[in-house]
């Protein structure tokens, strides 16, 4: 059974940084891209950040240069690494199986002073 659990989030300052931590099971990550997108208060889902299989990597232009997309395989988790966030990164953070579809319960993330 596919399962994603997202952890980590929480309050943080604008300027500061968070890494949230998404642990896979039934399945390898090195066997699926995989997406991080998130969704704000009263908006649509926006894609924040991908990895393919190879280990490629892209960002949405809103973060890129901020946040840094990771996995380790041992683990079998999927990492996003948030710097120098804006109070409009406040949102709930999903990780997503872009072969599947399956998605985690989410993590919220909120930035503010």
């Known amino acids: 059974q596919v399962q994603l659990v997202e952890s980590w989030g929480g309050l943080v300052q604008p300027g500061g940084s968070l890494r949230l931590s998404c642990v896979a099971r039934?399945?390898?990550?090195?066997?699926?891209?995989m997406s991080w997108v998130r969704q704000a208060p009263g908006e649509g889902i926006e894609w924040v950040s991908r990895?393919?299989?190879?280990?490629?990597?892209y960002y949405a232009d809103s973060v890129r240069g901020r946040f840094t997309i990771s996995r380790d395989n041992a683990k079998n988790t999927l990492y996003l690494q948030m710097n120098k966030v804006k109070p409009k990164d406040t949102a709930v953070y999903y990780c997503?199986?872009?072969?599947?579809?399956?998605r985690g319960q989410g993590t919220q993330v909120t930035v503010s002073s």
């Open positions: 997503t199986n872009l072969a599947t579809g399956a």
């Open positions: 990895m393919d299989n190879d280990g490629s990597t």
């Open positions: 039934g399945f390898s990550l090195r066997t699926a891209p």
